[in-house]
């Protein structure tokens, strides 16, 4: 048996595992995803529902439409979960995942709401996160994020 795939949220009130295959690792670029996840598009796996078990807290649920619950953390608000109620499947943010890694992209979905700025992300120029902070931001720094595992 593979090992579960675990993850949680940013600060570690929310942990889950799943003991099942990931599926159909996308990105929504619908209004509504964008709202959820307050972001461009939201990163998503698919998972079965008897597969998932919370192993720390559980989230807290809003119902974005008349047929889906969305999951969050109720302490630190990260995204978790999208569910439709009538299907034996949801998905999983990837982002909580411990290893993001492990759902590998394969699909999009609501382009009709892409930000106009989506295709070209890939040519913007970039840089390493602790080239922006200064040396002694970096010295002060203590992260209080939940580490990705438990």
């Known amino acids: 048996m593979n090992p579960a795939v675990t993850g949680g949220c940013q600060c570690g009130r929310v942990r889950y ?4 295959p990931l599926f159909n690792a996308h990105i929504c670029h619908c209004r509504m ?21 919370w192993t720390s807290g559980e989230p807290a649920y809003f119902r ?18 999208f569910a439709y109620d009538h299907t034996s499947h949801m998905n999983i943010a990837i982002g909580s995942l ?6 590998k992209v394969e699909n999009q979905y609501g382009i009709e709401g892409m930000a106009p700025a989506f295709p ?3 040519e913007l120029p970039g840089s ?3 080239d922006d902070i200064s ?11 939940h580490p990705d595992h438990d």
């Open 98 to 103: 411990d290893n993001p890694a492990l759902a």
């Open 33 to 53: 995803c964008q709202k959820a996840f307050g972001n461009l598009f939201a990163a998503l796996a698919g998972v079965n529902k008897a597969d998932l078990r």
């Open 128 to 130: 390493r996160t602790e």
């Open 17 to 20: 595992a799943i003991h099942g």
């Open 135 to 145: 040396a002694e931001d970096l010295r002060r720094l203590k992260s209080f994020q």
């Open 64 to 81: 974005s439409s008349s047929i889906v619950q969305r999951g969050f953390c109720p302490h630190c608000g990260t995204p978790l979960t």
């Open 120 to 122: 070209a992300l890939h």
